[in-house]
Structure formats: C-alpha cells, structure tokens
C-alpha cells in the first residue's frame, strides 16, 4: 500500500498548491455549533449559532488530541465547551486547554489569533457570554458543543498556520517514514473518522511506522476527496444565497457568481428563487 499513500501525499501537495481547501498539517475537522467573536485584545464581541448548519471547520490540534478517546488531550484554540470553559465535573480539560495554549502564546507572540483568544478565555467565562445559545442547542449535551473562535480583523481563523509550522518543530524524530523514507515523528497512533465525522475507521494501525506528516497528507487528502470538498462547496453557496436574501448582494451580482461557479445551472437556481419569494 505505500505506493498509494504516496500518490496521495502527492495528491496533497498538489491540492494545496492549487489553493484547494484542504486541512492543513496539525489540524482536525469539527463541525461548529457555537461561533465566538473577539477582538484582538481578547474582547467578547459577539456569540452566534452558525448561520449555516453542519459547517465544518479546520481547527488546530496535536497528535494526542486527534486521536483522543479519554482523558486530557486538548484541541488549541476551539474545541468543545468543556475544554474552553471550566465547567463542573470538567476543571481538569480546562486547565489542561489554558496550559497549553498558555504555553504556546508565549513561545509564540506574534501569533495575534491565539493571542486573542488566549486572552479571552483565560480573563472571562465564556458561559456567561454564550448562555442563551447553549439554552437553544438541543440534542447535544452541553459540554460537548463545539466553540469556534473568530477574531474581528484577522482573515481564515479557524486554522491556524503559525501552529503548525511550531508544532512540526516540536515534535521530535524518532524514526524513519515507511512512506516518504525521511526521519520523522513516529505517532504511537493515529486518527479515526477519517471517511465521515462520526466514523470509526483507521487507515494507520500502530506500528505501521507511518510518520506524522505523510499520515496527515494522506489522511487529509481523503477527506477532501470524500466529504470535505463537498461540505465546502454546500457552506460557501448556503452562505450566498443567505447574503442574497439578506439583501448584502444583488441578484445579478448572485446568478453572475452562480454561472462562474455552476455554469448551467442558473435556470435552476432561478427556479429556486422564485419558489422561495412566492412563500
């Protein structure tokens, strides 16, 4: 099979080189359920439940908290509410959160993102801030809603390049990659869900000598082929047709960006919209 993750570490290269929208190394895929904006001087400025529903969003992780089951392993930035707040029964994951992005805020100061939202969480609760839209979440227990964070001012938070460029430095290099041939981190595991969000299917198993940069590739590169590029392609069109109805752009200005985007289709979105002014 090394030939193959090899193609798709090609693949990888490839689509970013392009501009595609792939995860990048040291990332993990959540869906959203909370949107939390600052300031870059960690000032709440607003919560609001995701205006398109389903949104998956590339957040910043470690090799422990991608492959977390139990115990204490936390994402850097978002994450769900029992990591980002204290929450009771949860003061551990919280501490462990603040700890590491703490840690990783000093060594790195000019990452204005996590600075921001460092400050944020580590001199406010953020429950008080987002209470109402917990109130409305159904069907996901509280401490298990995701918070994305946003910082008025700065372009693609969400993912967080500065990050990774730090943590691939950290990681040591214990061994030779059977798929590159290159010294690299050898994880003593590796992620699940890699073909849906709630899968529980593992293209690495430990011991496959696998390094941490080609499994992501690999790993990423099928998530882009599988569900991401489609999720991307649903989020950017619900958000348009949203800025339609909002009134923020023009029908013109909406069936020129369709026919650059689905050239064919604009009797059919036309259709759509019609129905949807007669309701």
């Given at each position: 099979m090394a030939w193959?993750?090899?193609?798709l570490v090609?693949?990888?290269?490839?689509?970013?080189?392009?501009g595609?929208?792939?995860?990048p190394?040291?990332?993990?895929?959540?869906?959203?359920?909370?949107?939390?904006?600052?300031?870059?001087?960690?000032n709440?400025?607003?919560?609001m439940d995701p205006?398109?529903k389903g949104?998956l969003?590339a957040?910043p992780c470690?090799?422990?908290?991608e492959t977390?089951?139990?115990?204490?392993a936390?994402?850097l930035?978002?994450d769900?509410?029992q990591?980002?707040a204290?929450?009771?029964?949860?003061e551990k994951?919280h501490?462990?959160?603040?700890?590491?992005?703490a840690?990783y805020?000093?060594?790195?100061?000019s990452?204005?993102?996590?600075y921001?939202?460092?400050?944020?969480?580590?001199n406010?609760n953020?429950t008080?801030?987002?209470?109402e839209?917990?109130k409305?979440?159904?069907g996901?227990?509280?401490?298990?809603?995701n918070v994305?964070?946003g910082?008025y001012?700065i372009?693609?938070?969400?993912?967080?390049?500065?990050?990774t460029?730090?943590?691939l430095?950290t990681l040591p290099?214990?061994?030779?990659?059977s798929?590159?041939?290159v010294k690299?981190?050898?994880?003593s595991?590796?992620p699940?869900?890699?073909?849906?969000?709630s899968?529980?299917e593992?293209l690495?198993?430990?011991?496959?000598q696998?390094?941490?940069?080609?499994?992501?590739k690999?790993?990423?590169?099928?998530?882009y082929?599988?569900y991401?590029a489609k999720?991307a392609?649903?989020?950017?069109?619900e958000?348009k047709?949203h800025d339609?109805f909002?009134?923020?752009?023009s029908?013109?200005?909406?069936?020129q960006?369709?026919s650059?985007?689905?050239?064919?289709?604009?009797?059919?979105?036309?259709q759509i919209?019609i129905a949807?002014?007669?309701?």
């Amino acid at each position: 099979m090394a030939w193959a993750w090899e193609e798709l570490v090609r693949l990888y290269d490839k689509l970013k080189a392009g501009g595609k929208p792939v995860c990048p190394i040291a990332h993990t895929y959540i869906t959203a359920h909370i949107a939390v904006l600052i300031d870059k001087d960690g000032n709440f400025l607003a919560a609001m439940d995701p205006e398109v529903k389903g949104e998956l969003v590339a957040v910043p992780c470690t090799a422990e908290s991608e492959t977390r089951t139990s115990g204490a392993a936390p994402h850097l930035i978002s994450d769900q509410l029992q990591y980002v707040a204290e929450l009771k029964g949860h003061e551990k994951l919280h501490k462990e959160y603040i700890k590491q992005l703490a840690n990783y805020v000093s060594k790195n100061p000019s990452d204005a993102y996590a600075y921001a939202v460092c400050k944020y969480v580590v001199n406010n609760n953020i429950t008080d801030d987002i209470q109402e839209i917990i109130k409305r979440n159904k069907g996901i227990p509280e401490h298990k809603l995701n918070v994305v964070f946003g910082v008025y001012g700065i372009n693609d938070t969400g993912s967080d390049l500065q990050w990774t460029e730090y943590y691939l430095n950290t990681l040591p290099k214990n061994g030779i990659c059977s798929v590159t041939g290159v010294k690299d981190y050898i994880p003593s595991a590796y992620p699940a869900c890699i073909m849906s969000q709630s899968g529980k299917e593992k293209l690495f198993m430990s011991g496959s000598q696998v390094g941490y940069i080609a499994s992501q590739k690999v790993i990423h590169a099928l998530q882009y082929l599988v569900y991401a590029a489609k999720n991307a392609e649903r989020i950017e069109a619900e958000y348009k047709l949203h800025d339609l109805f909002d009134g923020k752009i023009s029908e013109p200005d909406f069936l020129q960006w369709v026919s650059n985007k689905y050239s064919g289709a604009e009797d059919g979105i036309m259709q759509i919209l019609i129905a949807k002014e007669q309701e």
